[in-house]
């Protein structure tokens, strides 16, 4: 019986198809494939019949020049090898996009097409990184401090290796967007690609879910990480916490652990940069004359402050190398005090008068 029409339209030859020669290197054949499939590109070419059979076209053309038996049995009898064979080529769009995944890598349409398209969950994948904030007291930066850090995150299931599949089934390809990952919307004049909603992007579904994840592929879990906080460490600094992250899938590398420094604010002392700031009060006579006033340290003990005679209001004294470690670079910074000097708001009649008798003796210059 002899088929007629569209169905059963002979063949294009391959080499023409993606207008190389017949000795054409794979590398030749590689390159003209990708700018046709760029070309025709469904994306591309929304709802444009004649590119997608031209994108198909190339594709299966490629698909049998880059399979040297394929390519022999062509070369040798044609398209008529190729059935000997029990070759049907390529399928639809959706085939062609998990199949040459496969030949050129996982982004090679993500590369050509910036389609964000979540990774394959059959490959290795390195697991997520993890940020936490932890915050401290000004003693614990002054000192350094090991903190334990309660985190929890989702986790690459350990009974389906965060496939999702229940043992003895696989993810299968996604019926709505043929395993692309990505569906194509027009907006307008332009073509917008944007996740499969069947699939959320990951371009397979499972049909089987695993019992302990409940086909999510990840479970929550809560650990205890004990990060030790370097002396001198400041507020909104972070702290990279090397193979702490989240598990990789299929042998794949641990992600890190990010921790951001918070310093809480202390009542007395306050930071600045690698310098400790506390500020006190001293009476004017105190101030004229000098003292000496003991003050509390962040650790709970107390040092002595020496107050210069004729010290003026605002100055400050300094206690060298008492403030932060320097993180980079050696030594501390200090411990700075301001020192405010009060005038009484009430006196005394004798306290008045011997004031009044002061200000006699200063003015005479006495
Ligand atoms: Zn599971
Ligand atoms: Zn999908």
Redesign the pocket.
């Known amino acids: 019986m002899l088929r007629v029409g569209p169905l059963f339209m002979a063949k294009r030859d391959y080499y023409e198809v993606l207008s190389v020669e017949r000795t054409a290197t794979i590398d030749v054949i590689k390159k003209s494939y990708k700018a046709l499939a760029l070309k025709h590109h469904p994306d591309r070419n929304p709802g444009d019949a004649a590119a997608e059979e031209a994108f198909k076209e190339a594709s299966e053309a490629f698909q049998v020049l880059n399979d040297p038996n394929k390519r022999a049995a062509y070369d040798r009898y044609g398209h008529a090898g190729l059935d000997a064979q029990g070759y049907h080529g390529v399928g639809d769009v959706g085939d062609i996009f998990s199949q040459f995944r496969d030949i050129f890598g996982q982004d090679f349409f993500g590369d050509v097409f910036g389609g964000g398209r979540r990774p394959r969950r059959d490959q290795p994948q390195r697991g997520g990184d993890l940020r936490v904030a932890v915050s401290i007291t000004l003693a614990e930066a002054l000192e350094g401090v090991k903190k334990d850090i309660e985190i929890e995150h989702p986790s690459p299931c350990e009974t389906c290796d965060g496939s999702g599949a229940a043992a003895g089934t696989t993810r299968q390809n996604?019926?709505?967007?043929?395993?692309?990952?990505q569906?194509a919307q027009s907006r307008g004049m332009f073509v917008m690609s944007s996740p499969?909603?069947?699939?959320?992007?990951?371009?397979s579904?499972v049909t089987k879910p695993c019992e302990s994840c409940a086909g999510r592929g990840e479970v929550n879990v809560r650990r205890t990480v004990n990060v030790p906080l370097p002396a001198g460490i400041d507020d909104g600094q972070t702290l990279r916490v090397p193979g702490k992250g989240q598990p990789g899938t299929r042998g794949g590398p641990t992600g890190h652990l990010y921790v951001t420094v918070q310093l809480e604010p202390h009542d007395r002392y306050q930071r600045e940069g690698e310098h400790l700031i506390y500020e006190m009060h001293v009476s004017f006579p105190d101030a004229a004359l000098g003292t000496e006033v003991t003050i509390p340290t962040l650790d709970g003990k107390t040092t002595k402050v020496k107050v210069p005679a004729g010290l003026q209001p605002g100055d400050h004294v300094v206690l060298a190398g008492s403030g932060f470690p320097r993180l980079q670079g050696r030594g501390r910074g200090d411990l700075v005090v301001i020192v405010h000097v009060d005038i009484p708001k009430k006196l005394s009649s004798k306290a008045k008068k011997l004031l009044a008798e002061l200000r006699e003796m200063i003015a005479k210059g006495e």
């Open positions: 996604c019926s709505m967007c043929g395993g692309r990952g569906v499969c909603p069947q699939c959320r992007g990951e371009g579904v």
